[in-house]
Antibody
């Protein structure tokens, strides 16, 4: 069974940092390109960024609102992808989902940025 | 504007066929695969259609995807009450180097 399980969400003050994790199983993680997508309360889906597989370069791409503040990395030995979020703003509040676009979504983890 | 264009709403009666459109451009839908996801109220999105028209395992064949030029469509045939949800299209954009999502279409079963 394909599974993507996010963790690491929580409440953080503006300017703070948080690291999200997404543990994958049920598919060939090493070959997967993984994305992070977020959803603000009552809003639509917003792509955050992605990381390619190491065999295709392992490079990353980011949406403009998070570029320079967020970093995506992966540990293929742990079948896990990470989202490091720095300099958080209130507008970063939302549910963060891990996604392998040809396979599955995760269940999401809630990030709340508030003073 | 990092958004593919979808109608905000669509509706039908049980058993009907409903089609949702997703309009983009040559740098996204016109040259890359389109993906469709379903989000039931209060739940995480679920992948419905991959690579324009491929159904992942477990997705009923009532759902189908198609693409022509810079537009794509999701069709739901034999509409059921449990199909009430938000539906999103997505595609990579070669020029902006981002994944673009549609604004979402809320499907109501009358």
């Amino acid at each position: 069974e394909v599974q993507l399980v996010e963790s690491g969400g929580g409440l953080v003050r503006p300017g703070g940092s948080l690291r999200l994790s997404c543990a994958a199983s049920g598919f060939t993680f090493n070959d997967a390109w993984l994305s992070w997508v977020r959803q603000a309360p009552g809003k639509g889906l917003e792509w955050v960024g992605r990381i390619k597989s190491k065999s295709t370069g392992g490079t990353t791409d980011y949406a403009a609102p998070v570029k320079g503040r967020f970093t995506i990395s992966r540990d293929d030995s742990k079948n896990t992808v990470y989202l490091q979020m720095n300099s958080l703003k209130t507008e970063d509040t939302g549910i963060y989902y891990c996604l392998e676009m040809t396979v599955s979504w995760g269940q999401g983890t809630l990030v709340t940025v508030s003073s | 504007q990092s958004v593919l264009t979808q109608p905000p709403s669509a509706s039908g009666t049980p058993g009907q066929r409903v089609t949702i459109s997703c309009s983009g451009g040559s740098s996204n839908i016109g040259s890359n695969n389109v993906y469709w996801s379903q989000q039931l109220p209060g739940t995480a999105p679920k992948l419905l259609i991959s690579r324009d028209n491929q159904r992942p395992s477990g997705v009923p064949d009532r759902f189908s995807g198609s693409k022509s030029g810079t537009s794509a469509s999701l069709a739901i045939s034999g509409l059921r009450s449990e199909d009430e949800a938000d539906y999103y299209c997505a595609a990579w954009d070669d020029r902006l180097r981002i994944v673009m999502f549609g604004g979402g279409t809320k499907v109501t079963v009358l």
